[in-house]
Nanobody
Framework: QVQVVESGGGLVQPGGSLRLSCTTS????????MGWYRQAPGKQREFIAD???????DYHYTVKGRFTISRDNTNNMVFLQMESLKLEDTAVYYC????????????????WGRGTQVTVSS
């Protein structure tokens, strides 16, 4: 069984910074991409950023230039450095491990964490 766990959320003032971390565990053979999503109250979950094994990144236009995604392929971890945070960045942030192949199988699946709360408030 693959587990995905986020950490690093918290309360920050507008203009501040936070760094989110995501760890994975289980019998993982490979992961195609790892990404971050968020869901604000009353809104649908939205894509924020993702990164492939070769380091190719993609960002939602609302965070491009403020957020930076990075990945530790050896330890199957992903990070999200968030700068210049705005009130509208308040949300639960979810980590996703996408296209995960577990050892001994050819089956791939996506796995999600339970989220970490980020609150931007003065």
């Amino acid at each position: 069984q693959v587990q995905v766990v986020e950490s690093g959320g918290g309360l920050v003032q507008p203009g501040g910074s936070l760094r989110l971390s995501c760890t994975t565990s289980g019998s993982i053979f490979s992961i195609n991409a790892m990404g971050w999503y968020r869901q604000a109250p009353g809104k649908q979950r939205e894509f924020i950023a993702d990164i492939t094994t070769d380091g190719t990144t993609d960002y939602h236009y609302t965070v491009k230039g403020r957020f930076t995604i990075s990945r530790d392929n050896t330890n199957n971890m992903v990070f999200l450095q968030m700068e210049s945070l705005k009130l509208e960045d308040t949300a639960v942030y979810y980590c996703a491990a996408k296209g995960v192949r577990t050892e001994g199988t050819n089956y791939k699946a996506d796995y999600w964490g339970r989220g970490t709360q980020v609150t931007v408030s003065s």
